[in-house]
């Protein structure tokens, strides 16, 4: 509700009273009465006449909307009569206050102007500098840490609010339309030399604002960042409550990691400083790119916001509706395409030619159109639909597929999901889908393993086996033969199991397995 004078039809009223209040405060002013509100805001209030009986209405208005309060007024009464009447001295909440400061800031928001500021950087290395030379000392002042940190802070915020603000200024510069070219002309020259100095500032100052952070961490910034909390606790209540404590040195050291990413990034990465830098040079040919739009659009108006206007024109100027649909198919080429059908015949027929995506048209299979499509758009005569067609065989064939594919797979789980360790070498000769699942089972395991002399665990694709690997460290070769060639690699001790197994065998155990497979074997 303390937002609500500011979508009503007297909003300037109310705003013109509330002003009164917020400069009173200002003037360290408790109360105010309303004649000597009405008096000012007829002064300096809205374009229509506000007497004092209309401020007293807004008065009591803002008074039910929570930003004022009132209090009965009883100095300089001199009669009954003036007693019996009701006068009242006006005094703005906390709400209101709220409500002020809330609106203050927006309209700084709005109105900032974005900048990038060189002395604040000359301004940081300043106060940085005294925080070294603090740091350095035997004793730590409490005071002094504090002031200059607060004053780092506060000259570091500005810096990054401002150079937000002016960075998005920027952007809507290098996108300008329809402005003067001289103007933009003019504001170009400035506004390159302007970042022209900041980025030779910047390129400078970044170094020594660098190695002032590193020097003073290294001498020890806990120091600094406890001695601030300290003096900032000092008005506390409780000062001996050690949860307030940390809680404020944690948010130093907060602003501190802030401070020290702006200029100093971690590794393989770049600092915010250089961000900025990289983002004011990519300004200047982005300023440069949008004078010759500019020049462009003056001298030829061949843009697409252009040439809609004159289609659009054109469409205006139209004698009919006839007319303005051979204006459209030839503007953009969208008619029907109904003969382009594909029946099953025309589909076989590219199926067994396969052209590629590069064949030309007049290379590739024709279409052929029936005439009947041609010449009413239609491709069966009229009448009652055709007849259902049966399509069991192609299920039991689909069928029948399916269930030899599980075979196969079923196969191919029982040669290699033994549940005993052995040796690659060992595995023997694999059928086609023995060998395809275990390409993936071995494929799913190479891809975690990190170090070649790692040992790895993986599950399927589906998760229902399970794959361990681990090199036999004597540099043996293992070669599997299949019937799409020989698969060779450097051997390894493999166990697969399903994954309902719970227990999987250690590192120990696996090679111990593995080794009286391979002497059962021999």
């Known amino acids: 509700m303390a937002f609500h004078h500011l979508a009503v039809e ?6 013109a009273v509330m002003r009164q209040f917020v400069q009173a405060k200002a003037q360290f002013a408790l109360h105010l009465n309303a004649s000597r509100i009405a008096a000012a805001v007829e002064v300096s209030g809205p374009p229509w006449h506000a007497d004092r009986v209309e401020v007293e209405r807004a ?3 803002l008074c039910e909307w929570g930003n004022l309060e009132k209090h009965l007024d009883t100095e300089d009464v001199t009669s009954v009569r003036e007693f019996l009447r009701p006068r009242f001295l006006y005094q703005i909440t906390k709400t209101g206050q709220a409500v002020e400061r809330a609106l203050e800031v927006y309209g700084q928001a709005l109105t900032e102007v974005g900048e990038l500021q060189i002395t604040a950087l000359h301004e940081i290395s300043e106060e940085l500098e005294g925080l070294l030379e603090l740091a350095r000392r035997d004793t730590m002042d409490d005071g002094e840490a504090f002031r200059r940190l607060e004053t780092l802070r506060a000259r570091f915020d500005q810096l990054t609010a401002r150079a937000q603000t002016f960075l998005s200024s920027l952007q809507r510069s290098t996108q300008l339309q329809d402005v003067d070219l001289k103007a933009f002309l003019s504001y170009k020259h400035v506004l390159i030399d302007y970042l022209k100095r900041f980025i030779a500032e910047l390129t400078v100052m970044s170094p020594d604002i660098a190695e002032a952070i590193t020097r003073i961490e290294a001498i020890g910034i806990g120091r600094l960042l406890d001695a601030a909390a300290r003096r900032e606790l000092r008005d506390a209540l409780d000062q001996a409550d050690p949860g307030r404590h940390e809680a404020a040195v944690k948010q130093w050291r907060v602003r501190w990691a802030g401070l020290r990413g702006w200029f100093i990034a ?14 004011a040079r990519a300004a200047i040919p982005a300023l440069l790119r949008a004078v010759v739009m500019l020049h462009d659009q003056r001298v030829a108006r061949s843009d697409r916001s252009a040439d809609l206007r004159i289609l659009a024109r ?10 303005a649909h051979r204006l459209w198919r030839a503007a953009f080429g969208l008619s029907p395409a109904r003969h382009l059908r594909v029946d099953d015949q025309t589909l076989d027929r590219w199926h ?10 007049l290379d590739a299979p024709p279409l052929r159109v029936a005439p009947r499509l041609r010449k009413t758009g239609r491709t069966t005569r009229r009448g009652p639909p ?17 269930a030899e594919q599980a075979r196969q797979l079923a196969a191919a789980r029982a040669v290699l999901a033994t549940g005993q360790a052995t040796r690659l070498s060992r595995l023997g000769e694999l059928d086609r889908s023995a060998f395809e699942l275990f390409l993936e089972l071995l494929g799913e395991a190479l891809a975690r393993k990190g170090a070649p002399d790692a040992v790895v665990e993986a599950a399927s694709a589906d998760g229902s086996l399970f794959i361990r690997l681990e090199p036999t460290g004597d540099g043996t070769t293992a070669t599997i033969d299949t019937p799409m060639g020989r698969f060779s690699g450097e051997d390894h001790y493999i166990l697969i199991h399903s994954a309902h197994r719970v227990t999987k065998p250690d590192s120990a155990a696996l090679s111990a397995s593995a080794e009286l497979a391979s002497e059962a074997g021999d």
Request: glycine fraction near 4%; charge should be negative.
């Open 10 to 15: 007297k909003a300037g009223l109310y705003r």
């Open 59 to 61: 008065l009591q208005q």
């Open 266 to 279: 971690p590794a393989g990465e770049r600092c915010q400083a250089e961000e900025l830098r990289a983002h």
């Open 314 to 323: 054109w469409f205006a100027q139209t004698d009919d509706d006839r007319e």
């Open 352 to 361: 067994e030619q396969e052209p590629l995506s590069a064949t030309s048209w």
């Open 386 to 402: 055709a007849q259902v067609i049966d399509r069991q065989k192609e299920k039991a064939a689909l069928a029948r597929f399916a």
